[in-house]
């Protein structure tokens, strides 16, 4: 089994920044894709930013402002965020593609989330 324990969240004033992690653990043979998602209340989850094979992609509303990066060594993945909107108020989940050892299927894992609000 794979755990995703994501952390950082927190409250924060608009202007403001924020880094959340997200640590993989248990059978890890590789990581693919790993990434960030966000679910308001009453919206539907989005992807906030993935990085795979040394590329990065990103939702819109977010270009400019967030930084996903990785530490392979780790199995952990980062999300740097600045100059945050009220907006950026959800449950931020941690995605990740994990295969356990060799030979075995590529399955995706997901965190339980963490709270980000930006409030004054």
């Known amino acids: 089994q794979v755990q995703l324990v994501e952390s950082g969240g927190g409250l924060v004033q608009p202007g403001g920044s924020l880094r959340l992690s997200c640590a993989a653990s248990?059978?890890?043979?590789?990581?693919?894709?790993m990434g960030w998602y966000r679910q308001a209340p009453g919206n539907q989850r989005e992807l906030v930013a993935v990085?795979?094979?040394?590329?990065?992609n990103y939702v819109d509303s977010v270009k400019g402002r967030f930084t996903i990066s990785r530490d392979n060594a780790k199995n952990t993945v980062y999300l740097q965020m600045n100059s945050l909107k009220p907006e950026d108020t959800a449950v931020y989940y941690c995605?990740?593609?994990?295969?356990?050892?060799?030979?075995?299927?590529?399955?995706?894992?997901w965190g339980r989330g963490t709270q980000v609000t930006v409030s004054s």
């Open positions: 995605n990740a593609e994990v295969k356990s050892e060799l030979g075995s299927p590529w399955i995706d894992y």
């Open positions: 248990g059978r890890i043979w590789r990581t693919r894709a």
């Open positions: 990085t795979s094979g040394g590329s990065t």
